[in-house]
């Protein structure tokens, strides 16, 4: 079965990431699965093995990479650090969101609120930024920058490892902003976010990258690879929209809900 990845989708500005042909390779490795001569048995009938792969990745059991530490509320000073903004060029992953008014966001894993906040102005007062995080001193942070700077459209949500709290189907995009490699629980994470997205919701996903040497200041638990990525998201229903290399550390991602997934489970 074929992955249902647009192979005219490839991805953008990549001369500081991967090589193009590079990135096409991985997407089909992953995304590619049986040939049409392994979906059918030798007597003909229909091979349901993906179908099961897909009830299997629901609780994360194909995902064997271990997770990092989550960073504690002491590293608030890093999330905030003076110039961080232009250091990571932040507003270019809210402007490849294309953001409308009124909006629903996810922030998961929101710490302080350093994209929460740029972000509540972007969906206007009709719009609502989801800011969530395990740690209840982050979300305390985050509601005094808030205060200060005068922002009302920002609910924080204290989530749990394997469960980040939000509306089934209410969510317009959801962003994860160098954390998902910290999640404890990844698949039932994923399982969560995915029965979140409304039905043209969108996740951006921000990791670290592990080739090459652009994310070499970061630890190798922190980074991820494109294939890494892959390998656990699409097996629990994403399908890739988008591989945007023009960050200059870190990988950004776009993803959607898989049709074939969304159909299996019997969804929308």
């Known amino acids: 079965m074929m992955c249902a990845v647009d192979l005219n989708l490839r991805p953008r ?3 500081r990431g991967l090589p193009a042909l590079l990135c096409l390779a991985l997407l089909l490795v992953v995304c590619v699965g049986p040939t049409a001569a392994q979906e059918t048995s030798s007597d003909g009938s229909h091979d349901s093995s993906h179908e099961t792969n897909d009830s299997a990745a629901r609780d994360g059991s194909h995902i064997t990479r271990k997770p990092a530490h989550v960073m504690g ?18 507003a270019l992953v809210i402007k490849a969101m294309e953001l409308r008014d009124g909006d629903v966001v996810a922030d998961i894993g929101c710490g302080t609120g350093f994209f929460s906040r740029p972000m509540a102005r972007q969906v206007g007062p009709t719009g609502k930024i989801l800011a969530v995080d395990i740690q209840p001193g982050m979300l305390e942070l985050l509601g005094r920058l808030c205060e200060k700077e005068g922002i009302t459209n920002v609910e924080p949500i204290l989530g749990e490892t394997a469960d ?13 902003v160098d954390v998902y490699h910290e999640f404890q629980e990844p698949g039932p994470m994923l399982a969560k976010m995915l029965e979140s997205l409304s039905p043209r919701g969108r996740v951006a996903l921000v990791e670290y990258r592990k080739e090459g040497t652009t994310g070499k200041h970061i ?3 922190h980074t991820m690879t494109v294939r890494e990525v892959l390998s656990e998201w699409h097996p629990a229903g994403f399908e890739l929209v988008d591989l945007l290399e023009g960050l200059p550390s870190q990988h950004l991602f776009i993803f959607r809900r898989r049709p074939d997934y969304a159909r299996a489970e019997g969804r929308e």
């Open 13 to 15: 500005e990549l001369s």
């Open 73 to 90: 509320v002491g590293g608030a000073p890093w999330l905030e650090r003076e110039g961080r903004a232009a250091e990571e060029q932040s």
């Open 164 to 176: 980040p709290k939000l509306p089934a189907g209410g969510v317009d995009w959801i962003l994860l």
């Open 219 to 221: 630890k190798p638990e």
